[in-house]
């Protein structure tokens, strides 16, 4: 076991909805640096960034290629994202259902068109193989080898925004995905779209 895969499982297994609610980020970061830690939590410079880049208010999900959760909400939180305009929006890579997660998220980081290779794959229902991975993302257009080959020659970058994704999970006591901070408050479990738009006019007045 590699110790990016230690790292991965370090933080947090299984899929559901932890006890969290909505909670102030500042909570889970240590109150002398939460600056600092919450802005390597949302501003990790190697996280491919969705959304208006310059958005005034940033929503993180937590989510892994195979929660059936994450799936069922991809489509109202990008309606979502788009609608609004102003909202930048990091999907954190969290790859705690087995080995095909952590293929899904090397693959999809290893795209080009980051954007595309992710829909692809988020569109898929519940869990998948190797081959549905491969199937998926050459319907979308890839080269399923060079995503991989991609992302080998990047490994150290990739390998280390997945490993410190999963200590952002493990430091915000995050049990399972998705989870969302949007702003400065964590929410654990699945936000439907009037939930999230809710979350984010929150977000503003609190800025």
Known sequence: MTATRRAILAGGTGLGVAALGAVGLSRFLGTSA?????????????????????????????????????KRGHDDLMAEIAADG?????????????????????????????ADAQAALMATPGRLTEDDLRRTLGAAGFDPQALLAAYGRDRARWDGLIGRNAQHAAGLGLQGTPAFIVGRTTHAGALDRAALRGAIATARRAA
């Open 34 to 70: 939460r600056d600092a830690d919450a802005q390597a939590v949302l501003f990790d410079p190697d996280q491919p960034v969705l959304g208006n880049p310059q958005g005034d208010v940033t929503v993180a999900e937590f989510f892994d290629y195979q929660c059936p959760f994450c």
């Open 86 to 114: 102003n909202v930048r929006l990091i999907m954190k890579d969290w790859p705690i259902l087995g080995a095909t997660s952590v293929l899904a998220a090397q693959m999809v980081l290893g795209a080009d068109r980051y």
